[in-house]
């Protein structure tokens, strides 16, 4: 028999590893607690925070489309439909048909939602920065 050893999940979780995963949740629900907070002060709700983030950072070198950044968000389209219609009414998103395919319809925030999600961004980082260090720490004791 080999001296391997056996992986956490192999074996089953030690009491210390629901310590540390009970406290990197914690950490986490601290972020988005704070995130809700943060957006709702902003004049958000915690979805429409988090669809203009999925917009603004949308990789590639093309705009989403609702499909999207439902598929990114895990919600419905026709929930993610409603959130555009919300955002584009309150002035931070438009809708855009492309040139190539003119039923092809792409989402790009409006200067007001640039500006109102950079503010957003920056409170984020100084509660990123805050927290790193704790779900650094956490992540290098992890043996799962």
């Given at each position: ?10 074996r ?18 601290q ?5 809700d907070?943060a957006a709702?002060d902003?004049?958000l709700s915690?979805q ?14 093309k ?5 999207d950044v439902?598929k990114?968000?895990?919600i419905?389209h026709?929930?993610a439909?409603?959130?555009v ?57 992890f043996?799962?």
């Open positions: 028999m080999t001296n391997r050893r056996t992986s956490a999940t192999s089953g979780l030690a009491d210390g590893d629901y310590r540390r995963l009970a406290q990197f949740r914690y950490v986490l629900r972020l988005l607690h704070f995130s907070g709702r902003a004049g915690p429409q925070y988090q669809f203009l983030i999925v917009v603004r950072g949308f990789p590639g070198s705009p989403p489309t609702v499909g439902a990114r968000l895990l419905k026709h929930s439909v409603g959130l219609d919300r955002l584009v009414a309150e002035g931070l998103l438009v809708r855009k048909r492309t040139e190539a395919d003119g039923r092809r319809v792409t989402l790009v925030l409006t200067d007001q939602g640039h500006r109102l999600l950079e503010g957003l961004t920056s409170a984020h980082a100084r509660e990123l920065r805050r927290l790193m260090p704790l779900m650094k720490s956490l992540l290098a004791e043996d799962l």
